[in-house]
């Protein structure tokens, strides 16, 4: 983790995470503690990867580096705007789901 000014946190990703987090179909919350200050922070990866203009997974490197708003501080707001989110994707998905053991 690294603070590039007071309104973002750098932190670098995996390949092979952001592989499987992508492609997961409910969101991918990435949480970010810093033990420091006693805080964390949030980033709705699938959404954040949709805007960023040009991104191609295939054409990255071993690595990726994201860039966390500060603003976005883990609270019981933010933790309600996951639901939302949940929610979001659960009325695209057309179909019935039925799952069996």
């Known amino acids: 983790m690294r603070i590039v000014d007071k309104n973002k946190i750098t932190f670098s990703l995996s390949r092979s995470d952001l592989e499987l987090w992508l492609l997961e179909p409910m969101p991918c919350i990435f ?3 810093d ?5 964390a922070y949030w980033l709705y990866l699938q959404a954040y990867f949709q805007n960023l203009v040009d991104f191609n997974l295939d054409k990255i490197g071993d690595n990726f580096t994201i860039y966390i708003p500060q603003e976005n501080r883990l ?3 933010s933790i309600k705007k996951f639901s939302e989110y949940r929610d979001n994707v659960l009325k695209q998905l057309k179909g019935v789901i039925k799952h069996h053991d």
């Open 31 to 33: 949480i970010l503690y």
């Open 35 to 39: 033990a420091q200050t006693n805080q």
């Open 75 to 77: 609270t019981q707001t």
